[in-house]
């Protein structure tokens, strides 16, 4: 115990009390990489990745002054892990090959007494899709699709006309 005294009394400071008033260490996501590139948020506070990005690393901490090598983290990347992801004392995660789309990352922390951090911290990421997954360019495919049809059956009623002709000649000749 730590005693302070001043003119009018004497105050007390119990670093072990003080210690288990403490809420856990909250999480804090220090770098989000792609394909080793650190992103950047837009205005609108959502990470935009570019659609051909493979690799994905969140980087994350909680700061604590009391025993940060006993801090465990939970972990989630929304719409690919089935629950939180106990990752222990590792501070990174990684995701490759992920489905264009919006997801969001979360981790939380629990300090060395058990205490859970106040709230996941999160970060929202969006990958759009790349150009040969839009309706763009589907519905470009289809349009050219047929036309190809249209056009191999134009050439085979052409076709078939031709040696019609030839025929109704062969016959109108006997």
Request: aromatic content about 10%; some cysteine; proline content about 8%.
């Amino acid at each position: 115990r730590l005693w302070f005294p001043n003119d009018r009394a004497l105050a007390v400071f119990d670093p072990v009390l003080a210690l288990a008033a403490m809420p856990g260490a909250a999480a804090c996501i220090e770098e989000t990489l792609a394909d080793g590139t650190r992103l950047e948020p837009g205005q609108d506070g959502v990470l935009w990745v570019a659609s051909n990005c493979r690799r994905f690393e969140f980087r994350y901490t909680a700061p604590t002054f009391v025993a940060p090598a006993s801090v465990a983290f939970h972990y989630e990347l929304a719409g690919v892990d089935p629950g939180p992801v106990a990752a222990g004392s590792r501070r990174r995660a990684f995701y490759t090959n992920l489905e264009p789309g919006r997801y969001a990352f979360r981790v939380s922390a629990t300090n060395h007494d058990g205490l859970p951090s106040p709230g996941p911290t999160v970060v929202a990421f969006s990958i759009p899709p790349r150009f040969v997954e839009t309706w763009m360019f589907k519905g470009a495919l289809l349009a050219v699709l047929a036309a190809a049809a249209f056009g191999l059956h134009r050439a085979r009623l052409a076709a078939l006309s031709g040696r019609r002709n030839e025929l109704e000649a062969i016959v109108a000749r006997r």
